[in-house]
């Protein structure tokens, strides 16, 4: 039912326009340090980058998780999905006659990603629920969602921008930002220190679109419209108040066929993009419907 053709490899640059601030653990940090820590590497990376130099420890870095979920959540709202898992929990609350609980469980459970398991959402970035899963094995086969089609992976401070912010931080690579909160009455302070990492970083990220069925070069649009969102919505904590807004950079696509896996073709280039105000997402899908050789109408 589901046989693999290739894989669309997209890489870019993830610049911060503003101070990022993708949470570590608490519990990693001495006491009396900061609320909430950046997340970093725990180990140097050997010969990590091109010129054979390590990445060293704690380096900032944007896990690919973060990345994907914030697309996920932004393409939700966007698609009108949101307001429709609130429909349906409402409705199935309703149907089971539980109206104290209605109000308690709806929103929590309505407010998590889709797992429908049907829509193009779910195709791309996956649904992790066993019971869906197996609920439309039963019901028709022919309409599992099959693998995800999208993996993000982490993005990490390319050597320029590592360098110029062991410059800019005396070899810390974060700044810290203090946020006071004045309380109306009495106007005491009760300052914050919140870790980022400075506006200006920019970190190396791949993301890989896998194609699996005739139709899935389509499902492309909606990993381009999930950037875009994410442009206008912010990565990490603290968006509300300034932090985390980021710009997609040099994305590059390159279509691998199974058959280049195999040792016996070789990858095509697809484009080379300035931002994502480069990206027309109908000529690019066009373009790839002619490499695979699947035109729109034969699917
Ligand atoms: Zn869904």
Redesign the pocket.
């Known amino acids: 039912m589901f046989s693999y053709r290739g894989s669309v490899i997209i890489t870019y640059h993830l610049k911060a326009l503003t101070g990022l601030r993708v949470g570590g653990s608490v519990e990693n940090f001495e006491i009396g340090g900061l609320d909430s820590p950046v997340i970093k590497t725990t180990a140097p990376i050997p010969k990590f980058y091109q010129d054979g130099t390590d990445m060293p420890e704690g380096t900032p870095y944007i896990p690919g998780s973060s990345i994907k979920g914030k697309m996920r959540s932004s393409l939700e709202w966007l698609l009108g999905?949101v307001d429709k898992m609130l429909e349906n929990k409402k409705k199935i609350l309703e149907e089971r006659g539980k109206p104290e609980e209605k109000n308690k469980k709806y929103i929590e459970n309505a407010g998590k990603p889709?797992?429908?398991?049907?829509?193009s959402?779910?195709i791309v970035f996956g649904?992790g629920d066993q019971n869906t899963i197996q609920n439309i094995a039963g019901e028709n086969p022919k309409e599992l969602p099959g693998p995800p089609r999208l993996k993000v992976f982490d993005a990490y401070l390319t050597k320029e921008s590592l360098e110029v912010l062991q410059e800019i931080t005396q070899g810390l690579l974060t700044e810290i930002k203090t946020e006071n909160q004045i309380n109306r009455i009495t106007s005491r302070a009760h300052p914050r220190k919140v870790e980022r990492v400075p506006a200006g970083a920019i970190f190396e990220g791949k993301m890989v679109f896998e194609l699996y069925k005739e139709g899935d070069e389509d499902r492309l649009n909606l990993v381009f419209t999930g950037m875009r969102a994410l442009e206008d919505s912010y990565l990490g904590g603290y968006g509300s108040r300034g932090s985390g807004r980021v710009k997609f950079e040099n994305i590059r696509l390159i279509y691998r066929p199974k058959a280049y896996y195999l040792g016996i073709a070789q990858e095509n280039e697809i484009g080379k993009f300035g931002s994502l105000a480069d990206i027309k997402d109908q000529e690019i899908i066009k373009e790839l419907e002619e490499i695979t050789g699947k035109p729109k109408n034969a699917g």
């Not at 889709?114 to 829509?119: E, L, Q, S």
């Open positions: 999905n889709c797992d429908c398991g049907r829509c959402v779910c649904t």
